[in-house]
Nanobody, 120 residues
Framework: QLQLVESGGGLVQPGGSLRLSCAAS?????IGWFRQAPGKEREGISC????????YPSVFLRDRFTISRDNTTNTVYLHMNSLKPEDTAVYYC????????????????WGQGTQVTVSS
């Protein structure tokens, strides 16, 4: 059974940066990042396809958040810059058969999440 483990979350000041990691226990077709803040709906951030490293970022976050992969370690990263208090949320990675929202949201393979708090 594929397992995903996120890491890299923490407390950061507004304007700061963080890099989240999602380590997969095996190969994947696609890895996406989502986040969910208290009282808010889950929000898609970005996805990367394993076959060709194509990325599918949210139009609302792509100027600050980027996704990348390390094929040698089956690890996907989420690079977050210019962080704002409204970026505070639990961040999850998910493995899917493609980068469509449907495939990711209905996937059984989610990580446990990592908390990101942006505050001074």
């Amino acid at each position: 059974q594929l397992q995903l483990v996120e890491s890299g979350g923490g407390l950061v000041q507004p304007g700061g940066s963080l890099r989240l990691s999602c380590a997969a226990s095996g190969s994947t077709y696609a890895i996406g990042w989502f986040r969910q803040a208290p009282g808010k709906e889950r929000e898609g951030i970005s996805c990367i396809r394993s076959s060709d490293d194509s990325t599918y970022p949210s139009v609302f976050l792509r100027d600050r958040f980027t996704i990348s992969r390390d094929n040698t370690t089956n690890t996907v990263y989420l690079h977050m810059n210019s962080l704002k208090p409204e970026d505070t949320a639990v961040y999850y990675c998910v493995a899917g058969t493609s980068c469509t929202d449907y495939d990711l949201i209905t996937s059984h393979y989610w990580g446990q999440g990592t908390q990101v708090t942006v505050s001074s």
